[in-house]
């Protein structure tokens, strides 16, 4: 009886652990929302990952000589993932056709506050050659056609 019972909890147990392996689907990697940019990353020829960066503390990164783009997986449980995916598909534009950054030359206004406090994550966490390309990323982060801007310039210039 003894012997019944536990083969049978273990007939259970390994049924239940089959069935959520078998019925699970494997989300899509990317919020559905993100996809638009994400393509157009890739039709630019850019591999765009959904993994933690190769840069310890970064969000995102964007390696434009191999062109590949690290988006972090938390950024969505923070709130972020849009804005870091834009921010790195800027710099996918910016490095096409030469795989080295180079502003587009965007005219993004910011809001005073936030341009002060872009200014601070400028001077605390950036070499003061990189100010303009990142400048330009930050401001379009924020920019409501972001998606539509970063799009035409990755077909514009990533031919």
């Known amino acids: 009886m003894r012997r019944a019972l536990c083969c049978s909890a273990l007939s259970l147990l390994s049924g239940l652990l089959l069935v959520p392996l078998a019925s699970a689907k494997t989300p899509p990697p990317w919020p559905a929302d993100l996809l638009p940019l994400v393509k157009a990353l890739q039709k630019a020829g850019y591999q765009v990952r959904f993994e ?8 995102g990164a964007t390696n434009a000589r191999k062109k590949i783009i690290w988006v972090d997986p938390i950024t969505i449980d923070l709130g ?53 390309v990142e400048r ?14 970063i799009s035409a310039a990755l077909k514009q210039r990533c031919r």
């Open 52 to 59: 933690k960066p190769p840069i310890q503390g970064a969000y």
């Open 80 to 132: 972020i993932g849009r804005q870091t995916l834009i921010h790195e598909a800027v710099h996918g534009a910016q490095g096409c056709p030469a795989g080295k950054l180079q502003t587009i030359g965007w005219k993004n206004e910011m809001v005073k506050s936030v341009d002060r406090e872009v200014a601070g994550i400028l001077y605390r966490n950036y070499s003061h050659a990189k100010f303009d």
């Open 136 to 149: 330009e990323a930050f401001a379009m982060q924020g920019h409501p056609k972001a998606f539509e801007l």
